[in-house]
């Protein structure tokens, strides 16, 4: 069993912290800084999530960790349905704006709510790889993630249950598996971090230039084909480059912070939404600066929400030490 590693879990912190910045929208965009962060952000979470999946997780732990990121998602998606359903209501009354409420609840019956795609997702993930690794080797599991993320895109489905999401994704994730299997990251710090931030750089420099990496819909054309084989590639360097940058004994500093990931990546999607109808509400706007004190005050808020659950669910007293009659 592998130990837990301090520069993982603040890598972990840091690419959330990019997810929640990607997603306040801001008006200075200096150099298309969001089509950067769009490049690596989500392939070196999924990267990470796949690195993190137990490799020997009895079938019993395996059924419970389902179970529980279930309920979790329904009740995400019943939270966002409701906040939905509120700011249309609100729309309505306030601007005259027309609003379908039996249209918007069908629609999340099957679409998961702004940032929830990545729950069903993980869920087909680590079930795929927990069971379609007993039968294929590494190599073609990476080599069939690779064929699934590039022929889904032919198939006319968008984020119907995250489909082109849970297709397009899947390699870093099964990349991440097959590094913590094989113990991938020892070989990876040999490489000298100078190439590595050579390496970085210059990616970047490349995805300012592409069309944002969203694989959230089907192929318009045999372009998008070859622009999601290009941004896959492109995602993969940046995905290795950063994680050999993250070797560095400072990525440790934010280990502390890197368990509560998804309590700041469920809670600040709530965030973002009420933020957003407020901004949009009263036109007002705000730069770069701005959009970075207002994500580490959301995470703070996630952080802080999750510390206080998790104080109080400590204090409850057990089945066991509560007196019997």
């Known amino acids: 069993m592998i130990s837990r590693d301090a520069k993982i879990d603040g890598l972990k912190f840091l690419m959330i912290y990019c997810v929640v910045l990607a997603h306040i929208r801001y008006n200075d965009y200096g150099l298309e800084l969001n089509k950067m962060i769009y490049a690596f952000h989500m392939p070196v979470f999924i990267f990470l999530s796949g690195?993190?999946?137990?490799?020997?997780?009895?079938?019993?732990?395996r059924l419970s960790w389902c179970k529980?990121?279930?309920?979790?998602?329904?009740?995400?998606?019943?939270?966002?349905?409701?906040?939905?359903?509120?700011?249309?209501?609100?729309?309505?009354?306030?601007?005259?704006?027309?609003?379908?409420?039996l249209s918007l609840i069908r629609t999340y019956l099957v679409v998961p709510g702004f940032t929830l795609w990545y729950l069903l997702c993980l869920i087909y993930w680590r079930l795929a790889v927990w069971y379609l690794s007993r039968w294929v080797s590494d190599r073609w599991l990476f080599a069939s993630s690779l064929v699934l993320a590039f022929a889904g895109g032919f198939v006319p489905v968008d984020e119907?249950?995250?489909f082109q999401r849970a297709?397009?994704?899947?390699?870093f994730f099964v990349l991440g598996w097959i590094f913590r299997k094989k113990s991938m990251l020892q070989p990876l710090e040999r490489i000298?971090?100078?190439?590595?931030?050579?390496?970085?750089?210059?990616?970047?420099?490349?995805?300012?230039?592409?069309?944002?990496?969203?694989?959230?819909f089907h192929y318009a054309g045999l372009d998008s084909l070859w622009l999601r084989m290009v941004q896959t590639a492109l995602a993969v360097g940046l995905c290795m480059a950063i994680i050999r940058v993250s070797r560095a004994s400072w990525v440790a500093r934010f280990a502390p912070l890197?368990?509560?990931?998804?309590?700041?990546?469920?809670?600040?999607?709530?965030?973002?939404?009420?933020?957003?109808?407020?901004?949009?509400?009263?036109?007002?706007?705000?730069?770069?600066?701005?959009a970075l004190l207002l994500t580490a005050c959301f995470c703070a808020l996630c952080v802080g929400a999750a510390r206080l659950w998790h104080h109080f669910?400590?204090?409850r007293p057990s089945a066991d030490s509560v007196p019997k009659s």
Do not use: C
Request: proline residues 4%; glycine residues 6%; without cysteine.
């Open 51 to 61: 690195y993190l999946t137990s490799l020997k997780a009895t079938m019993k732990k």
């Open 68 to 101: 529980h990121t279930l309920i979790i998602y329904v009740f995400a998606q019943i939270f966002h349905l409701l906040l939905a359903l509120a700011s249309g209501y609100v729309l309505m009354v306030m601007k005259k704006e027309p609003f379908d409420s």
């Open 160 to 162: 119907v249950f995250s």
């Open 167 to 171: 297709f397009s994704f899947f390699p």
């Open 192 to 216: 000298h971090a100078g190439y590595a931030v050579v390496a970085l750089v210059v990616g970047l420099a490349a995805a300012r230039f592409l069309p944002a990496y969203m694989p959230k």
């Open 258 to 290: 890197g368990k509560y990931t998804l309590w700041i990546y469920i809670g600040h999607s709530f965030l973002i939404i009420i933020a957003g109808k407020i901004i949009s509400f009263f036109g007002l706007t705000f730069n770069f600066v701005v």
């Open 313 to 315: 669910s400590q204090k």
